[in-house]
Structures are given as C-alpha cells and as structure tokens.
C-alpha cells in the first residue's frame, strides 16, 4: 500500500479517534437512557422533517444546474444526494458529493459543467453556515460592539477569498482535472471556466439570489429540527444560539479527518453548550440523534443505488481524492 494512502487512511482516523475520547468522559449508559426519553411522535416528526431539507437541497441544486444548461429535475437532484448521502458513509468530508458525478453523466450532462453545478452549489449552500459560523467566533472570542461587526466583516471576506483561493489553487489542477478522467473515463470537454465572476455570471443573479434564499431555509428548517430535538431532550436552548453553534459545527466537520463528522461535531458542541450549562451527556446524545435522524435519506440513496448501480461508491479512485479543507454543506448542508 502506497505511504500517501497510508497518510489519507490514518488522517480519517482522526475524529474517530476524538470521539471514542470523548464517550470515555462520558456516562454511556445515561446517553442512551436519555435518547430513548425521547417521545416518539417527536421522533416521527423530525424524521419527517429530513423529506423537505432533502426536496429542497435538491431543488436549490437544480437551479444551479438550469443555469448551466443541464437536464435535471428535482426527483433527480433528490436522488443524487440520497446516493451522496450514502457514500459519505464511507468517505471523509464532503467528498461523499463526488457521487453526483457520474451520476449527471450517466444521464448523459457534460462532465465538466456538472462539476461546476456542484461546486457552485457547494459554496452558495456554505454561505448561510459559513456565516453563523463567524458570528459563532466573535460570541466565542467577546468581540467588543463597536468594532465588532468590522471584525466580523473582515473575517467573512478574507474566509470567503481564502476559500475560493484554496479551491482553485488545489481542487481544481489536483483533483478534478487528474482524477476525474480516471475515474469518469474521460476528458473535461472543452475549456471549463474556473473563475468566480465567469461561473457566477453563467448563472445569472436571479438563481444567486434564489440558491441563497433556499440556502437560508435550509439551514433555519435544519436549526429548528435541532432546536426540537434539544428541547424533547430537556436542553432550553435559544434558537439563535443554536444556530451558532451548527453553524460553527458545519465548518469544522467539513475537514476531511472523519467519517460523518464524527468527533468533530461532538468537540465543537460539547465547547459551545457547556459554556451555557448543559450537560455533557446530553450534549452527545443530542449530537448522535441528530446526526442518525439526518442520515435517513442514505437508507433511500441504497434503495436507488441497488436499483441502478452506475457507479462503486466505495471506488478507491473516490476515496483517494486529493482533499483540502473546504467549508460547506458545507453543507448540512446541513444541508
């Protein structure tokens, strides 16, 4: 075995490794007498709440994917990111979303444009986290009021320019170019713009606008599925400072050093609700809960993929992907 592949397996070890720590700290046993406190009409209710954060991922997909002229409806965004779901079971960060891939392809989209409709979607969907995020930090560092929405600007433009610096500087010449036509058995066709103005511009503000906007709702309907599920677990936390908090948390377990965000998620929790008083163990049974209720759709992406099995999605050409450190769903993205 490679040392490089060596290296990537070990880096994905890290969360694992965070989180097996922190459960030691940790009463198990009142964790999961605590999870199973949980009424179970909430239970439903919030399991029902993954269908429309799905629906509407997808849909604010589509529309990014209209922009580039490829054929998508909503039922086949949906899809994919059941399937995406699914593989980021197996695959650190956000690189479960590389499904998506070969599955535009396979319903014959450009390969390059279908790449730049992901991309796209991943950093308008990082928007609205990303920015929580940093009101997270300014809460966290007690930024004073009058310099803090100046402290607060200037790290949102140099987070976002770093960012988009980080992508083109890696992802773009490392991964996608040499990776991709080994694992989609073909070129990029033609000259595939990478620049931020051309790719936006080729959208049109009109669906910027509109992809934000369904970024927003996203992440409010994901931040109220949490607040319910906290509150069913006793914890009367405000809902803005939840929102912080996943806020925070979707930045940092977009690092590729775990499976699912696991270990990172529970650190950044456990820091923010500690500092208000929760307990630690309901802090993990909270983190848990909600990382299984919104890993349903991975239940569907398995039905689908059984259905039609266009790709591995345990393709060690996926697992290998170079990585870097990105922001989304960076994504519940969350979502």
């Known amino acids: 075995m490679k040392y490089s592949r060596l290296l990537k397996m070990a880096a994905r070890l890290i969360g694992i490794i965070l989180f097996i720590y922190i459960l030691m700290g940790v009463d198990i046993q009142r964790m999961i007498i605590a999870t199973f ?27 990014v994917a209209e922009g580039l002229d490829l ?34 392809k396979h319903r014959g989209n450009r390969v390059d444009r279908s ?69 989609m058995k073909e070129g990029i066709r033609g000259r595939a713009f990478f620049t931020l103005p051309s790719m936006l511009k080729s959208i049109g503000s009109i669906r910027i606008a509109l992809s934000l906007i369904l970024a927003l709702l996203l992440f409010v309907l994901y931040v109220t599925q949490a607040y319910i599920l906290a509150h069913a677990l ?6 803005t400072y939840l929102a912080f908090t996943l806020g925070l948390a979707t930045i940092i377990i977009a690092i590729p050093v775990t499976i699912q965000g696991l270990g990172l998620r ?57 990585v870097i450190i990105p922001s989304d769903r960076l994504l519940y993205e969350a979502g």
């Open 71 to 104: 054929n998508l409806n909503t039922m086949e965004s949906t899809k994919a990111l059941c399937m995406a779901q699914l593989a980021s079971l197996v695959i650190p960060g956000n690189f479960g979303d590389l499904i998506r891939i070969p599955y535009m």
């Open 37 to 63: 406190s949980i009424s179970p009409f909430i239970m439903v209710v919030l399991i029902l709440t993954v269908l429309p954060i799905m629906i509407l991922r997808g849909v604010r997909w589509q529309v």
């Open 234 to 239: 006793g914890m009367l936390v405000e809902w």
């Open 266 to 322: 529970e650190g950044v929790l456990l820091f923010m609700l500690t500092q208000i008083g929760f307990d630690p163990v309901l802090i993990i049974s909270f983190s848990l809960t909600l990382m299984i209720i919104n890993l349903s759709p991975a239940i569907a992406g398995f039905i689908i993929w059984i259905k039609n099995p266009f790709v591995d999605i345990t393709d060690q050409e996926i697992q290998d992907a170079e």
């Open 115 to 183: 790449i730049i409709s992901i991309l796209l979607d991943s950093m308008l969907g990082a928007v609205v986290p990303f920015t929580f995020g940093i009101f997270a930090m300014a809460i966290i560092l007690e930024f004073s009021i009058t310099i803090e929405l100046i402290i607060i600007a200037s790290i949102w433009i140099a987070g976002c320019y770093i960012f988009y610096r980080i992508i083109r500087a890696t992802l773009w010449p490392r991964f996608m170019q040499a990776r991709l036509n080994r694992l």
